[in-house]
């Protein structure tokens, strides 16, 4: 009943909205100021690396996160430096504008979930719920943006191609 109502109701898609454009806000805004005043997230890594999340017996919590950094992350920064500036504008302008929303909002999780391995609580814990909220409103958190326009086009074009090669 909820999930209907989520998915279809004018209303639910008006507090989507809202929900929607404070995130889109937060991401963009963190994106921006990244782009603009330079980045390194070496730091960040290397700190995540040295104090991994401990539970309380004080043994690591997410060690085959912070193996992930160590082997793959901080060889690789220079990735990085470029990967998260850019996903947070992108995720950001996705939902401002409410354009391909569930993708936007799916990699927003993704990197809140990967900050939140890392130890950053923050307001990590408020932008997943409000994402997941989202993500489960899948079409109608876009209803009132680009979306409305976009998600018919790529079903008509892009998605249609894919079902006549299904049916052949």
């Known amino acids: 009943m909820f999930n209907k109502f989520l998915r279809e109701n ?13 995130l889109g806000y937060t991401w963009f805004t963190a994106g921006l100021g990244k782009l603009t005043g330079g980045f390194d997230a070496s730091g960040y890594l290397g700190n995540a690396v040295a104090n991994p999340v401990k539970g309380p017996d004080g043994s690591m919590v997410y060690g085959w996160y912070a193996n992930f950094l160590e082997s793959f992350a901080l060889p ?5 430096n470029v990967l998260v500036p ?3 504008t992108l995720i950001g302008l996705g ?10 909002i799916f990699f927003g999780l993704v990197m809140n979930f990967s900050f939140f391995l890392a130890g950053t609580v923050s307001h990590n814990p408020t932008d997943i719920f409000l994402g997941f909220i989202i993500l489960t409103a899948g079409f109608n958190a ?13 079903r008509k074009t892009v998605l249609k191609g894919n079902a006549t090669k299904q049916h052949a």
């Open 10 to 22: 004018k209303i639910a898609a008006a507090i989507l909205t809202v929900f929607r454009l404070y």
């Open 76 to 80: 690789n920064i220079e990735l990085f």
């Open 86 to 88: 850019w996903g947070e």
């Open 95 to 104: 939902l401002l504008l409410g354009c391909l929303t569930t993708a936007a």
């Open 142 to 154: 876009g209803r009132f943006g680009l979306d409305r326009w976009v998600v018919p086009f790529i």
